[in-house]
């Protein structure tokens, strides 16, 4: 005869089955509703119902989105900041602000894993920023503002 499972049974086995999906351990889950990690797991891997799957999927996708989507603003406003800058010749702070565009397309890539951690912030934002530099170089305006920056701190002293 087959065996009844316990956790489909459980008065709480809808919060059981959100908990499972959310990724809270067996461990917690069990401790809290008084049940088994193997009838956890057993439930887990037969019996778990596709609709609260697909709608925890659902819910982790719109926040992804919605980070994506301020990460993209945050990008905006630090593009239009450095060409602000730029306007009035405040190379320093266009510097600053290209430098934060990089940490902000690291940001973006490591979410859309594109890049992982493994690979090591600094050679990651080393790559970023002879990409940026390479941008910069074909746009007319920003290489002039380079040449200037260069020009400017290679002349001074350290005192």
């Known amino acids: 005869m087959a065996r ?11 919060e ?8 809270t351990t067996f461990r917690i889950i069990a401790n809290q509703f008084s049940v088994s ?9 037969n019996h778990l119902p596709s609709h609260i799957v697909k709608s925890e999927k ?23 900041i450095q060409e602000q800058a730029e306007e009035q010749n405040d190379l320093k702070s266009a510097l600053m602000a290209i430098r934060e565009q990089a ?36 746009d007319p305006n920003s290489r002039a503002a380079i040449e200037l920056l260069a020009s400017k701190t290679g002349g001074r002293k350290n005192k």
């Open 58 to 80: 659902a819910k982790e996708l719109k926040e992804a989105d919605s980070i994506i989507d301020s990460i993209f603003r945050l990008e905006a406003s630090s593009i239009r």
């Open 103 to 138: 940490r902000l397309i690291e940001l973006r890539a490591r979410l859309l894993g594109e890049i992982t951690a493994q690979e090591g912030s600094r050679m990651t934002i080393n790559r970023i920023e002879k990409m940026d530099v390479k941008a910069l170089l074909l």
């Open 37 to 45: 990690k193997a009838a956890l797991q057993r439930h887990s891997k």
């Open 4 to 14: 009844t499972c316990t956790i489909c049974n459980n008065e709480n086995s809808n």
């Open 16 to 23: 059981i089955n959100h908990a499972i999906v959310r990724g």
